[in-house]
């Protein structure tokens, strides 16, 4: 009896032996952590901003019958603001901007001299984001202020109000900040101007503006 007790308690030890030794070579090896995707950049939301560039500026001109026709390029800076809205990919905003303006044209033969100094429009945006890359084309109202000077008859400022039309890409370094480039063609229309009480002259205008700027989200 004694025996068969010894050899049962025997068994029971070594096979509680080999299991423990078993779960000992068991190493413990953590679940891998999965790192979340960044989310997406999303433009909705009120921005404002800078920009620079130049305006290739042209005027076709009628001094009392002598018609002439010239361009020339100058700098434009200014700033601008505006609200996004994001539908999927689909961006849809509004836009306002203002910018002064170097661009000047000459005419010798009448000494005759005009400066386009200030250039704005207001525009709606369309455009598909590529998550933080936003490409879009834009459209609207454009306006400028322009002043003819001349040798001897004295000068004269006018609004000039027309339309506008452009694309352009945007770029998110961050959550707040983006980058642009631009390019915009915008048809001032025609004003006359007058010179010593008589309608003297009238300037039809047109500039092409390329510019690059920084806006900050809110």
């Known amino acids: 009896m004694n025996i068969r007790l010894f050899a049962l308690a025997s068994a029971s030890v070594l096979a509680l032996g080999v299991v423990g030794a078993q779960a000992a070579d068991l190493t413990y090896e953590p679940a891998p952590v999965v790192e979340a995707a960044p989310a997406a950049f999303n433009w909705t939301g009120f921005y404002l901003g800078v920009h620079a560039g130049a305006a290739l500026f042209d005027g076709d001109y009628n001094y009392g019958g002598?018609?002439?026709?010239?361009?020339?390029?100058?700098f434009i800076g200014g700033v601008q603001a505006g609200y996004n809205w994001q539908f999927d990919n689909i961006v849809i905003g509004a836009q306002t901007d203002f910018a002064y303006t170097s661009a000047k044209i000459s005419d010798d033969f009448v000494g005759a001299e005009n400066k386009l100094n200030w250039l704005g429009s207001t525009t709606a945006r369309v455009g598909y984001a590529f998550d933080n890359l936003l490409v879009y084309g834009k459209g609207g109202?454009?306006?400028?202020?322009?002043?003819?000077?001349?040798?001897?008859?004295?000068?004269?400022?006018?609004?000039?109000?027309?339309?506008?039309?452009?694309?352009g890409a945007e770029y998110a370094f961050t959550q707040n900040i983006?980058?642009?480039?631009?390019?915009?063609?915008?048809?001032?229309?025609?004003?006359?101007?007058?010179?010593?009480?008589?309608?003297?002259?009238?300037?039809?205008?047109?500039t092409n503006v390329i510019k690059a700027g920084l806006n900050y989200k809110f």
């Open 66 to 74: 002598y018609q002439p026709s010239d361009d020339n390029t100058g």
């Open 141 to 167: 109202v454009a306006y400028g202020q322009s002043k003819i000077e001349t040798v001897g008859f004295g000068d004269d400022s006018q609004w000039h109000v027309g339309w506008t039309a452009g694309v």
């Open 178 to 206: 983006t980058g642009l480039l631009e390019y915009n063609y915008v048809d001032l229309g025609s004003q006359d101007y007058s010179f010593a009480g008589n309608n003297a002259a009238s300037a039809d205008l047109t």
